[in-house]
């Protein structure tokens, strides 16, 4: 038979047991911390995103404004642009773009935006590095060669053009996004990117000529 003593020594404890509160912090911890985990992950993520547009933005900066300056050729005649030298622009792609895995997930188109003999904006030659299966959005190869109707390269009604006796290098750049962990989260995303510079000097505008490999669009 529980004695008085005793049954007030339970109720004692009960009340104890009612009031202590140390334990509700662990359960919250153990609902929190898999969403803080969560939240975490994804904005590490998002801040990756950012970062891998940033890099393909100035990779094609660099692709174009290096086109832009090839000069190769003797001091009496105009320099040419070699196959050899658009190999090297596209080396040095591969070396920008280290850790994003570019020759697989990606492709950089470069164009020589000219005039053509009528006056009309022309991609004279196009050439492109990397596995990504896209093509130009803005014209193909030989786009432009007769008349005027083809109005330049880049986004309706805010088309680069090419002023006569010289040219634009135009880069495209498509990158397919390779996330960290967020993939099925963030669904397929495709990193596009622009850049154009005038060639720096007077080239021999004919043709590109050899040595090299020609890096053919297909």
């Not at 912090?25 to 911390?33: D, G, L, N, T």
């Not at 803080?36 to 990756?48: I, K």
């Not at 990504?132 to 309706?156: A, Q, R």
Request: glycine content about 10%; proline content about 4%.
């Amino acid at each position: 038979m529980t004695t008085i003593p005793e049954m007030m020594a339970i109720r004692s404890k009960l009340a104890r047991f009612v009031r202590e509160t140390r334990a509700t912090i662990i359960i919250e911890m153990a609902f929190a911390v898999p969403l803080l985990v969560l939240l975490g992950f994804g904005a590490l993520e998002m801040a990756y995103l950012t970062f891998a547009n940033t890099r393909i933005s100035q990779i094609g900066l660099s692709a174009a404004d290096n086109a832009s300056r090839v000069a190769a050729g003797a001091s009496l005649s105009l320099p040419q642009i070699r196959e050899l030298d658009i190999n090297e622009v596209f080396t040095g792609v591969e070396e920008q773009a280290e850790g994003l895995d570019f020759k697989k997930h990606g492709r950089i188109i470069l164009s020589s935006l000219e005039r053509n003999p009528e006056g009309g904006q022309w991609i004279h030659w196009q050439r492109c590095y990397g596995d990504l299966k896209v093509t130009s959005s803005y014209g193909l190869e030989d786009t432009g060669k007769t008349g005027t109707s083809f109005k330049g390269m880049g986004p309706k009604d805010r088309e680069v053009t090419a002023a006569a006796g010289t040219a634009v290098m135009f880069v495209e750049i498509v990158y397919e996004y390779q996330p960290l962990a967020f993939g099925k989260w963030l669904g397929p995303r495709t990193i596009r990117s622009t850049a154009a510079f005038n060639i720096r000097e007077s080239r021999d505008l004919a043709k590109v000529y050899g040595p090299g490999v020609k890096s053919a669009c297909t």
